[in-house]
Nanobody, 118 residues
Framework: QVQLVESGGGLVQAGGSLRLSCAASGRTSSIYAMAWFRQAPGKERDSVAAITRSGSNGNYADSVKGRFTISVDNAKNTVYLQMNSLKPEDTGVYYC???????????WGQGTQVTISS
């Protein structure tokens, strides 16, 4: 089993920045890839950014390209999401996910709220 704990959410004004962290514990050696998802109020959960354990192959949703950066620190078993130039439409609950021994994301964190005020 893998446990994921997110942190770093909060309330910021449009144009500001936040950095989310997701610390993994347990069978972290089984993790192949990690990702951040976002669920806006009344909407489905969508992928924001993903990265392999090696730190390569970062993928981003079109809506965040050039503003968000995903990175991984394997020594700390932590994945980060640096979010810059934040917009009100970035508001939502951000979830960390990990693919551990699976081709799909089978481990999820509890989510952290991000609210961007206009």
């Amino acid at each position: 089993q893998v446990q994921l704990v997110e942190s770093g959410g909060g309330l910021v004004q449009a144009g500001g920045s936040l950095r989310l962290s997701c610390a993994a514990s347990g069978r972290t050696s089984s993790i192949y890839a990690m990702a951040w998802f976002r669920q806006a109020p009344g909407k489905e959960r969508d992928s924001v950014a993903a990265i392999t354990r090696s730190g390569s192959n970062g993928n981003y949703a079109d809506s965040v390209k050039g503003r968000f950066t995903i990175s991984v620190d394997n020594a700390k078993n932590t994945v980060y999401l640096q979010m810059n130039s934040l917009k009100p439409e970035d508001t939502g609950v951000y979830y960390c996910a990990a693919a551990g021994g699976s081709s799909t994301y089978n481990y999820w964190g509890q989510g952290t709220q991000v609210t961007i005020s206009s």
